[in-house]
């Protein structure tokens, strides 16, 4: 059995056929992957083929989903390899925002609803959005969300604008956080509803281009009088808040897992650099500054391991964790982002170029600080549990807590 300290057998074997396969089928080929086109197309069909046969598929879901069924705190094992590569999610089907919508789905879904959309999702052959945030009024803050769907017979009709509905261009179904029912208290307002891409109204307004990339797919999408069947409401509702935090919970530790690989390739790519450049007449691996990077990195990179582990063997015992998840988004993102930095800076005018795959890795890095919640809210979410405690006339207990 896995824990936060030791590895089992069974791990380690399916973390060397991973790292195997990172190596020999996706390193090699991020750059034709980054370009596009149909060889970088055919090629990802191939390979997600390769890791179905492999019994490698979806490894975050459970067997009778369509997936792996290793269980949290083994994928979160597996996902610090695979998150190596911004391109490896999508081989081994386990990619956001599909992840977390194939997870709510799972849970949450109507028979119907899992046929229809579960199962082509889980098997690769179609791709979602997640849509909550709106152009308006704070992400951060949901519970002023405004777009609405309003009850006409057997229907929704659903107005509003959403952005940075990621994949949303090419999806089959969009995830859409909306007003169902506007007087009830701010936590039951909303309800969670799959739209079809190709509903009359559904309209992509604008790309919205992400660190200047003009294929950005993060668009605005403009819900114009969208009409969708009552039926295609997920989960109860008023219960939209509930479910997306079951749905961001384990989404954002996916999140780290995969931060975590990209902290461990620059890591990787920092001392192999430092033991191969030579200025003032010595190795930079040799001069002190480099070795405190060094070392302040290799232990950050453990700690936000051991926090990321943490919460997920507690997300394995049916436990949210919120306070963990919390704790670990902003710790474990801000980890990644310094140890990229000071990897791109011990590789000279090289680090910023394509060259190497750091300037990519930095830019997601610390585009993970605002999205699925910025650095600020998850650590008032950890202070006021803290603070709740004191109040309460207590003591935090790290042992305990
Ligand atoms: C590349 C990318 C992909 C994304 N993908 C998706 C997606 O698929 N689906 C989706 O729905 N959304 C997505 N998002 C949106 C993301 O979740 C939101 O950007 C995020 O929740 C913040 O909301 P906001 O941008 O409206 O910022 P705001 O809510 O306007 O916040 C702005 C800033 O205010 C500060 N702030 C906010 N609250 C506090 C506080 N309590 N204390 C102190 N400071 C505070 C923070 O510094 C914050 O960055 C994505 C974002 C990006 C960048």
Redesign the pocket.
């Known amino acids: 059995m896995d824990n936060v300290l030791s590895i089992s057998e069974e791990t380690m074997q399916r973390r060397k056929v991973v790292s195997d396969f990172m190596v020999e089928h996706i390193y090699p080929n991020e750059r034709l992957f980054e370009h596009g086109g149909p060889e970088a197309e055919d090629l990802m069909k191939s390979l997600k083929k390769k890791t179905k046969a492999m019994g490698y598929w979806a490894p975050h879901l459970p067997e009778e989903a369509g997936g792996m069924g290793i269980g949290f705190l083994p994928y979160a094992y597996l996902n610090e390899i695979i998150g190596r590569s911004a391109y490896a999610p999508s081989v081994f089907g386990s990619q956001?925002?599909d992840s977390g919508n194939a997870e709510i789905l799972h849970q949450y879904g109507t028979p119907e609803q899992k046929e229809k959309y579960l199962k082509p999702l889980v098997d690769g052959d179609i791709r979602s959005?997640?849509?909550?945030?709106?152009?308006a009024?704070?992400?951060?803050?949901?519970t002023g969300l405004q777009m609405r769907a309003t009850r006409e017979g057997d229907e929704f009709v659903i107005q509003g604008r959403?952005?940075?509905?990621?994949?949303?261009i090419g999806a089959k179904f969009a995830i859409a956080?909306c007003v169902t029912d506007p007087e009830a208290p701010p936590h039951s307002r909303m309800s969670q509803i799959i739209v079809p891409t190709d509903t009359p109204g559904f309209k992509i307004e604008r790309r919205v281009e992400?660190w200047g990339e003009r294929e950005?797919n993060?668009p605005q999408i403009h819900y114009d009088n969208v009409r969708v069947p009552v039926t295609n409401l997920l989960g109860p509702q008023g219960a939209g808040f509930k479910l997306s935090q079951k749905r961001l919970g384990p989404g954002r530790i996916h999140h780290c897992m995969r931060a975590l690989g990209q902290a461990q390739r620059a890591f990787d790519l920092m001392c192999q650099r430092s033991l191969n450049r030579e200025a003032f007449g010595s190795l930079l691996a040799d001069k002190g500054i480099i070795q405190t990077w060094i070392a302040d990195a290799l232990v950050n990179i453990q700690a936000a391991r051991l926090l990321t582990m943490q919460a997920a063997l507690k997300i394995d015992s049916g436990d949210e964790a919120r306070v963990e998840v919390s704790m670990i988004k902003f710790f474990v993102v801000n980890v990644t982002c310094d140890v990229i930095d000071k990897a791109i800076q011990v590789h000279g005018a090289m680090g910023v170029t394509s060259d190497v795959p750091l300037q990519a890795m930095y830019k997601n890095a610390r585009?993970l600080?605002?999205?699925?919640?910025?650095?600020?809210?998850h650590?008032?979410v950890v202070a006021r549990r803290a603070l709740r405690t004191y109040r309460q006339g207590g003591t935090w207990d790290f042992a305990t807590f």
Do not use: L, N, Y
């Not at 959403?162 to 949303?168: D, I, R, V």
């Not at 600080?369 to 809210?377: K, T, W």
């Open positions: 956001a925002p959005c997640f849509s909550m945030t709106e152009p009024v704070s992400g951060a803050d949901p959403k952005w940075f509905s990621s994949g949303a956080m992400v950005s993060h585009t600080r605002i999205a699925d919640g910025p650095d600020e809210v650590r008032m």
